[in-house]
């Protein structure tokens, strides 16, 4: 079955530099791939997606890229902000199982003022 | 506007105390429904799955159970609880046959003593 690795586990930042969060993943069949932001005690929410037929896709300070050669997508923050620190989840879509996600373990991102 | 609502917010049980944890989903018919739970400072675990009443799909053995005795509503239960099931566990769902994007309820914090 699918297989995702989240890399990595706490990332530590200055205010305004760049963040990048990857994750790889196992099926090569899988075709979605979302990031989702958990506040602290908060409920996750989705931040942005790609789907297997685009290779990189924005919204604003936040862009993914996705490589499904090499079978490996990342997050990327640019200006970050204080409001940025928080943990990101990667997932895949896994093929078949009613299209179950399979979860990366999460990055804390902190930011540094 | 679809809504998902989850109760209790906050619990506190003893050890072989019963659990019944809420969630039922407004504004869409037929959604798939999921219940996570997440230890502290940890990722996502997918417990359960449903993609119709009556269907319920576990992920984990475990002592927890959970049901869908109507299209929108999804209850996660216990009838003896171990100290290992403290954790905040949500409730979630998805558009049916959908590849998109996973809607999270407010979460349920419970700490069993």
Do not use: M
């Amino acid at each position: 079955g699918e297989n995702v690795e989240q890399h990595p586990s706490t990332l530590s930042v200055q205010e305004g530099d760049s963040a990048v969060i990857k994750c790889t993943y196992s099926d090569s069949a899988s075709n979605y791939f979302p990031w989702y932001k958990q506040e602290l005690g908060k409920r996750p929410q989705l931040i942005i997606d790609i789907r297997s037929n685009v290779g990189e896709k924005k919204d604003q300070r936040i862009a993914v890229t996705l490589n499904k050669t090499a079978k490996h997508f990342s997050l990327h923050i640019t200006e970050t902000q204080p409001e940025d620190s928080a943990v990101y989840f990667c997932a895949a879509r896994a093929q078949g199982s009613n299209y179950q996600l399979i979860w990366g373990a999460g990055t804390k991102l902190i930011i540094k003022p | 506007s679809q809504t998902i609502h989850q109760w209790p917010a906050t619990l506190v049980q003893p050890v072989g105390s019963p659990l019944s944890l809420e969630c039922t989903v407004e504004g869409t018919s037929n959604p798939n429904l999921y219940w996570y739970r997440q230890a502290a400072g940890r990722g996502l675990q997918l417990l359960f799955y449903s993609v119709g009443i009556g269907q319920i799909s576990s992920e984990v053995p475990q002592n927890l159970s959970a049901s869908r005795p109507q299209d929108r509503q999804f209850i996660l239960s216990s009838k003896k609880l171990l100290l290992s099931d403290s954790g905040f566990y949500l409730c979630a769902w998805s558009v049916t046959g959908s590849t998109g994007e996973l809607f999270f309820g407010e979460g349920s914090r419970l700490t069993v003593l």
